[in-house]
């Protein structure tokens, strides 16, 4: 079995991050960026898969887009098992909106033959669209299944159990599909030393927009369907109000909470 994950490099979640004053695109450069994890969910979801193939022929290959960078993520996807690499990376890809961002990785995905799986997160911490794997799947034209808590492929089915708060859901669909996993759906493995020293001999192929047949007015910040037309940091925090009790001191926590229409 083929099988595809779509991983992205994201600004690491317990940093600050913030947008460039320039064009409000999400300044990448100010924060250290890692592996979204909800993506290392979905690598784990692709091995464990890869090592139930009775035959042992199943393939994992990680497609990121994004600058150079972008690489210590894709290394850390190869770490953790997977065992190829595609990067779309290209200056022209800056600024491009979740339809482009899914037109282009389609595209990229579209030159590694025939592909049985495309897996994803659910959502990526920084963008949180939230919209992605959906969004590459009609690309495709294959089936999607959304929001997995858990994973099986039988055959040439798969399925998928989707639990939310009015139940659960059982979806199946015939391969190839899109399938994007949840963060309950496994606990991702710590790469070893071992996988580690393997990914830096693991084939990564970098293609440009030429060389994924993108044309570049199909991407980028120029061409996007949604923009942010302005932005400001958030202000710093301010002190709390300070309520000294002088036998009104119920009195005036009431008269803040209605000033804060709490109630």
Request: glycine share 8%; with cysteine.
């Given at each position: 079995m083929n099988i595809v994950v779509l991983v992205k490099q994201v600004p690491d979640t317990y940093s600050e991050r913030k947008l460039s004053s320039g064009d409000?695109?999400?300044?990448?450069?100010?924060?250290?960026?890692?592996?979204?994890?909800?993506?290392?969910?979905?690598?784990?979801?692709?091995?464990?898969?890869?090592?139930?193939?009775?035959?042992?022929?199943?393939?994992?290959?990680?497609?990121?887009?994004?600058?150079?960078?972008?690489?210590?993520?894709?290394?850390?996807?190869?770490?953790?098992?997977?065992?190829?690499?595609?990067?779309?990376?290209?200056?022209?890809?800056?600024?491009?909106?979740?339809i482009q961002t899914s037109k282009a990785l389609a595209k990229v995905i579209g030159t590694l033959g025939e592909v049985d799986l495309v897996l994803a997160g659910n959502e990526a911490s920084d963008g949180r669209t939230g919209a992605?794997?959906?969004?590459?799947?009609?690309?495709?034209?294959?089936?999607?299944?959304?929001?997995?808590?858990?994973?099986?492929?039988?055959?040439?089915?798969?399925?998928?159990?989707?639990?939310?708060?009015?139940?659960?859901?059982v979806l199946t669909a015939e391969l190839p599909a899109v399938v994007s996993v949840n963060e309950k759906i496994n606990e991702p493995r710590y790469p070893s030393f071992k996988g580690i020293m393997a990914a830096k001999k693991k084939p990564v192929t970098t293609l440009t927009l030429a060389d994924a047949g993108i044309d570049a007015s199909e991407v980028g910040l120029a061409n996007a369907t949604s923009t942010v037309t302005s932005s400001q940091p958030?202000?710093?925090?301010?002190?709390?109000?300070?309520?000294?009790?002088?036998g009104d001191g119920g009195q005036k926590i009431a008269a803040f909470l209605v000033g804060q229409k709490l109630i």
């Open positions: 409000h695109t999400l300044d990448r450069d100010a924060t250290d960026a890692v592996l979204d994890e909800i993506n290392e969910r979905a690598i784990e979801s692709a091995l464990q898969l890869k090592e139930g193939d009775g035959a042992g022929d199943s393939t994992v290959t990680v497609v990121a887009m994004g600058p150079d960078r972008a690489t210590d993520a894709i290394r850390k996807a190869l770490s953790m098992g997977a065992d190829k690499a595609v990067h779309l990376s290209d200056e022209a890809l800056h600024g491009s909106c979740a992605i794997p959906a969004m590459v799947a009609d690309v495709l034209g294959l089936p999607s299944l959304t929001h997995a808590r858990e994973l099986t492929v039988d055959g040439a089915t798969v399925t998928v159990r989707r639990e939310t708060d009015d139940g659960v859901t958030k202000p710093p925090k301010s002190g709390g109000e300070k309520v000294t009790d002088e």
